[in-house]
């Protein structure tokens, strides 16, 4: 079934024709959506930014042909590799280049100013700006060329040759032998069985959606994610939410959330291991002290269960919460169009829901700036960890943005609006023919297609 609806989407053979099952398709592949993952997915077989940083530390790049600093940090001289193309007729220009660096540069900082000169860009702050590489590392900041609407051009080994309802093509600029020359990146369904031997990854979908036939006939690695799920604990009365997040069994809620689940990894803060600051263990909780400090005992609250796989584990749960607290617990289920609505729009309908915060980078902001933005979590303020957030993401000293962010974890967690349940753990599967798979952190989720061989 599957070459059918391959080869129907545009593949160009069997063997170099590599095949990605996602749950849903982006109507766009344009580097400002460089934030939703399968986006992400494609931007990293079709662009490529000006720096990399694969060992955490040094940068390199594959798109200049060589690049400098000021000691101060002040001072950046960039010189672009002027062979590679964004597509057959466009190069990579010094004037692209500039216009590239223009754009990003102020919005990373408006005091930036730009020259071109002897085919390299330099760009100059007002003051000492450490963090600029690493922000030109980020794949929303790479060298990108609007083809239209929808579609943009990097400078990435592959070009997205076109976008379907069920299906989105790319094809690689120059075809190599022993490598993939095309990606078809399809919309998972009912009609691609379990079997497939054709599809090289599903490791976009759950590990509960994957096959048995997967784990038995593909090489495997295990891969510790940077993600946490969170009971998202959205109330308006303080004590109500502390008795919540004090007396909510986690391991219990977590295995009855995700009954298929078996294993799962402790982390005590919305932080996951991998980012500063993050912490092993569970979260601190006094139960007795939470249910003391109640003024007003019962009640009942609601909670929003978006899976459809658990609803007995959940129900049970709740049962157990009102032995325990007093409290009812009403679950409700709304379709995924709808939640996905109500998730973000004040007032919710419901008091708790679990929702998983993820980033591509350890990033501090990627885990706390949806409890502080309009259209985040929350149906209230958190006026203290707000401006703890914001000093956070202004300022240019590690250290000082280290502290600040510690102090807007501790408001979630003093303010018992986020309790941290589990770090993602993944086993991730990719076929055996491949020889030179690299294992690190962000590889195994959004790989590198164009540089595997066989």
């Avoid at 099952?21 to 662009?47: C, E, G, M, W």
């Avoid at 109500?240 to 402790?266: Q, V």
């Avoid at 169009?337 to 309908?349: C, N, S, V, W």
Wanted: charged letters at 25%; aromatic letters at 10%; hydrophobic letters at 40%.
């Amino acid at each position: 079934m599957l070459v059918g609806l391959a080869c129907a989407a545009g593949c160009r053979g069997g063997q170099d024709n590599w095949v990605v099952l996602a749950n849903s398709l982006p109507p766009k592949v344009r580097t400002d959506q460089a934030f939703v993952s399968i986006v992400l997915y494609i931007l990293k077989q079709t662009h490529e930014p000006l720096l990399r940083r694969d060992d955490g530390e040094n940068y390199s790049s594959r798109v200049l042909r060589k690049w400098t600093r000021s000691l101060d940090n002040r001072e950046y001289s960039f010189c672009p590799d002027q062979s590679l193309r964004f597509n057959q007729k466009v190069t990579f220009s010094t004037e692209l280049l500039a216009a590239q660096l223009e754009a990003t540069a102020k919005k990373y900082d408006d005091s930036a100013v730009l020259t071109a000169q002897d085919g390299c860009v330099s760009v100059s702050f007002a003051s000492s700006r450490p963090t600029y590489l690493s922000f030109l590392t980020r794949y929303e900041n790479a060298p990108t060329l609007a083809r239209n609407g929808a579609i943009e051009d990097g400078l990435g080994p592959f070009t997205v040759e076109k976008i379907e309802k069920n299906s989105i093509v790319l094809a690689r600029k120059s075809p190599v032998l022993r490598g993939y020359n095309t990606i078809v990146v399809l919309q998972n369904s009912t009609d691609i069985a379990a079997d497939d031997r054709g599809i090289a990854d599903w490791n976009l979908l759950s590990g509960v959606e994957m096959p048995h036939s997967v784990q038995r006939g593909y090489q495997s690695f295990t891969n510790t994610e940077l993600k946490t799920g969170n009971l998202i604990i959205n109330h308006l009365d303080p004590a109500m939410r502390g008795m919540i997040y004090h007396c909510t069994d986690i391991d219990s809620l977590r295995r009855s959330f995700l009954p298929a689940k078996k294993e799962f990894s402790d982390v005590a803060t919305v932080l996951p291991i991998g980012v500063p600051g993050a912490q092993q263990g569970m979260a601190k909780q006094d139960c007795r002290a939470a249910l003391a400090s109640m003024r007003h005992k019962g009640g009942s609250i609601v909670f929003s269960n978006w899976r459809t796989d658990n609803d007995q584990e959940m129900d049970n749960y709740a049962k157990a919460f009102f032995k325990k607290t007093g409290v009812q617990m009403r679950l409700v289920r709304y379709p995924p169009a709808e939640f996905k609505k109500i998730l973000h729009t004040r007032p919710r309908p419901y008091h708790l829901t679990i929702m998983h915060l993820d980033a591509v980078v350890p990033d501090y902001r990627a885990f706390v700036e949806v409890f502080f933005r309009d259209d985040g979590y929350l149906d209230f303020d958190l006026p203290a960890g707000a401006a703890y957030f914001e000093n956070m993401i202004r300022t240019e000293d590690a250290e000082r943005k280290h502290r600040l962010a510690m102090s807007v974890v501790g408001e979630l967690s003093g303010k018992a609006v986020a309790l941290p349940l589990y770090q993602s753990v993944r086993v991730f599967r990719y076929p055996k023919k491949i020889k030179n798979l690299v294992v690190g952190r962000g590889f195994l989720e959004y790989p590198e297609i164009g540089d595997f061989r066989w």
